[in-house]
């Protein structure tokens, strides 16, 4: 009788044993896929981040070389401006040796008025393709390539 209480003892030990052993086995697992999951949390958002630091640079860059271009095209512009200032002032010396003063002067200011005209349009229409073409380089530039 004796002994039969002995056996049932060591198995309840052995079994308590067991699952004292198996908790803490569990336990440690559960621990490590914890670890495992902020480790592939941090991985994704240093990923995430690096991609947005990748993206600002190149946004800055586009925007840097848009207003670059900005300030060449505005120069462009003003150079033609004082190339039509030349050209009026060409015009306004133009003169056959037939003509009298008055069909001079008449000649002259309609060859200004349809310069002038022509002048406004064409830089008008310059300047908007230039803007245009500007902003399509910036955003082309600022797109990220993968």
Known sequence: MFGLN?????????????????????????????????????AIQRAARAAIDRATVQITRAQTESATRAIALRADADAARGELDRLRDATATVRTPA??????????????KLLNQCAAAYQELGERADRHVNDIRTLTAAWERQ
């Open 6 to 42: 002995l056996t049932i003892l060591a198995s309840a030990l052995a079994g308590i044993a067991g699952f004292g052993l198996a908790w803490q086995l569990r336990a440690g697992t559960i621990e490590s896929m914890k670890l495992e999951q902020a480790n592939e949390r941090i």
């Open 99 to 112: 003509d009298d003063a008055a069909a001079c002067a008449d000649r002259t200011a309609a060859i200004g």
